[in-house]
Each structure stands twice: as structure tokens, then as C-alpha cells.
């Protein structure tokens, strides 16, 4: 197989159909993993309409048997993975008080875990190739803590630390680490992404404030297509970075964190009216909530 070989899971919607089509329309041979087939009409359609032709393997991130089952069949078919997008995740809503240890548990077990086995199934070929990249779609929340979303926020910024550490494990063998890290993106996560298990009532704010970011960025998202051709940027470059922000927001409050001192993020927290915390919120990062 001449062409390089793409693994993209979670192809099935927003950032993760948006670059396993743009890969298969820029030279890659694509393997887009999904949990169902049959339930990947509208990918197929919209790839169709690219020109895009898509290899569809049916693999669960969050099991151990299903990735190495799905995964062996990629590199039987294809000898090889040159490039893997680990791009599946779920969202997770709840305030550390109210979230169960086992809501922490399922959401890291996809989107720690989950990538933690397919960069497995893959890395012994790179090494032995010394060759390869690995990119990992973190989040702003991997940088900065948004609010009412602990579970999500902690997964992600497990991630960042997996990817930071790895990018170090495996220089020495030529393979090439990325972390994207986008904003608000247009994504059927965000549609899903409603609960607020609010049952104590002592957090309504942080909720109300978690849900006005969201409905702001949704108004503003950017297009996943725009990440996946930073993605392929970020696999090809001759100048690679670490770390990619991207979207809307995303620059803006991985920056605005980093400027702002842990003292002032608190006393954020603390403002009791709306409009004064979507006041410090736009002097912080730029970004007009109200």
C-alpha cells in the first residue's frame, strides 16, 4: 500500500468525519473507526460528496477486545498505521461534588483509556519503522478547567499529560506526537451534552454560566473541517509543535489562563452575580458570554 495509512476514531461525526475525509482526499488510505456501520449513512453520504473513499472499522475505544480485534484488522489489511487520530470522546457534565466516582470512571475509560489502547495497537509497528504520528484531540479543557464539567475536564487534562510524556517516550524512534486542542467546534457532542445532575441546587450558577459559554460558542463554532486540515498541517509540517489551539475560544482561554493568576481564577469563582462574571469573564479572555 503506497499511500499512508490513516486510523481516525470516532469518524463518525464532527471533528473525526470532517479529517478522516479530509485525509482520504489529500493522499491517505483512511481507516475511520465507528461503533456501528450501519449507522454511518450520513458519513458515507458526506464523504461520497468529497470523493473521499473511507475503510469503516466497527471498534468500541472503551474496550479492550474490541480495539485489538478492530485494530488487527487495519493492520492486516493495510501492514501498517503511518498516522492515528485519536479523536473519539464523550462529554461529561457534573460538579466534583455530584459527579459518582463511576461517571469519572466510564468517561476516563473512553477518553483516557480509549486512546491509551489504540496508540498501543499501533506503536510497536511505528517504533519498529521509526516512523509514525500519534494526535490527540484534547480540548481547552484540557488547559483550563471549565466549569461544571469535572468529569470531562479531568479526562482531558489526563490526556494532555499521556500526550505530553509520550511526545518525550518516543522521539528517540521518529514518531511524532500532536495534541490538538480545540475550542467550541460544530459537533453532535455539544447537542448531546445537556445533563446538569444539579441535585443539590447549591449549583445552579456554575451550571447556568456552563451552559451560556456553550450556547455562545455554539452560536460561534468553527468548522470541523477547519481542524482537519489543521490536523493534516500538524502531521506534515517540517515544523511541528506539541500543542495546536484551535477553534473559536480556543487560543483566547488556553492564553487568558495562562496570564491569569490561580488567585484571580478563584475570585472568579466566587462573583455571585451573572453579569459580574461574564464581565471578568470577557476582561480575562476576550470572550463576551452575555
Known amino acids: 500500500m503506497s499511500q499512508p495509512v490513516a486510523v481516525v476514531t470516532g469518524a463518525n461525526s464532527g471533528i473525526g468525519r470532517a479529517t478522516a475525509i479530509h485525509l482520504a482526499t489529500n493522499g491517505y488510505t483512511v481507516f475511520g473507526t465507528v461503533r456501528s456501520i450501519t449507522k454511518a449513512t450520513k458519513l458515507l453520504a458526506m464523504a461520497e460528496d468529497h470523493g473521499a473513499e473511507l475503510r469503516l472499522i466497527e471498534l468500541d475505544i472503551g474496550s479492550d477486545d474490541s480495539v485489538r480485534v478492530g485494530m488487527a484488522q487495519v493492520l492486516d489489511a493495510a501492514g501498517r498505521v503511518d498516522v492515528l487520530v485519536n479523536n473519539a470522546g464523550v462529554g461529561g457534565n457534573a460538579v466534583a461534588e455530584e459527579c459518582p466516582p ?5 468517561v476516563m475509560n473512553t477518553n483516557l483509556c480509549g ?57 528517540p524512534f521518529g514518531i511524532r506526537v500532536a495534541i490538538i486542542e480545540p475550542g467550541v467546534t460544530k459537533s453532535a457532542i455539544f447537542a448531546k451534552n445537556i445533563d446538569a445532575p444539579n441535585q443539590s441546587g447549591a449549583y445552579d450558577p456554575q451550571y447556568r454560566r456552563l451552559f451560556q459559554f456553550y450556547a455562545t460558542g455554539m452560536a460561534n463554532a468553527t468548522d470541523p473541517f477547519e481542524v482537519a486540515a489543521l490536523i493534516l498541517h500538524a502531521v506534515t509540517t517540517d515544523s511541528p509543535q506539541l500543542r495546536y489551539p484551535c477553534s473559536w475560544g480556543g487560543a483566547a482561554l488556553i492564553d487568558g489562563r495562562a496570564r491569569l493568576s490561580d488567585a484571580d481564577w478563584v475570585a472568579m469563582g466566587r462573583l455571585e452575580d451573572d453579569s459580574d462574571y461574564y464581565a471578568a469573564f470577557n476582561d480575562a479572555f476576550g470572550l463576551d458570554l452575555s
Open 102 to 106: 463511576a461517571m469519572y470512571l466510564d
Open 115 to 171: 486512546a491509551v489502547r489504540c496508540i498501543q495497537a499501533v506503536l510497536p509497528q511505528m517504533r519498529e519503522r521509526r516512523s509514525g504520528c500519534i494526535v490527540n484531540i484534547t480540548s481547552i479543557a484540557g488547559r483550563m478547567a471549565a466549569l461544571a464539567q469535572s468529569p470531562y475536564v479531568t479526562s482531558k487534562w489526563a490526556l494532555e499529560g499521556l500526550s505530553e510524556g509520550l511526545a518525550q517516550e518516543v522521539a
